[in-house]
């Protein structure tokens, strides 16, 4: 069974985040925390880690 987990911030924005689980083999699935069912996407983990560096340069 996948863990999915949450960021503890995402109650400062009515619920509304991205859920991150470890998928291995070096992936990652991302899904929208208030679909849940509706699927999600896998990224490497190197892919995440470019995602993280560009959205913490953008704020």
């Known amino acids: 069974m996948t863990r999915w ?10 619920g509304s985040c991205v ?9 990652v699935g991302l899904r929208d925390s208030k679909a849940p069912d509706a ?14 560096e560009r959205v913490r340069s953008e704020t």
């Open 19 to 27: 859920e991150l689980a470890g998928l291995g083999l070096g992936e």
């Open 5 to 14: 987990r949450k960021s503890s911030y995402s109650n400062d924005y009515e």
């Open 39 to 52: 699927g999600h996407v896998s990224v490497s983990t190197a892919e995440l880690g470019l995602l993280l």
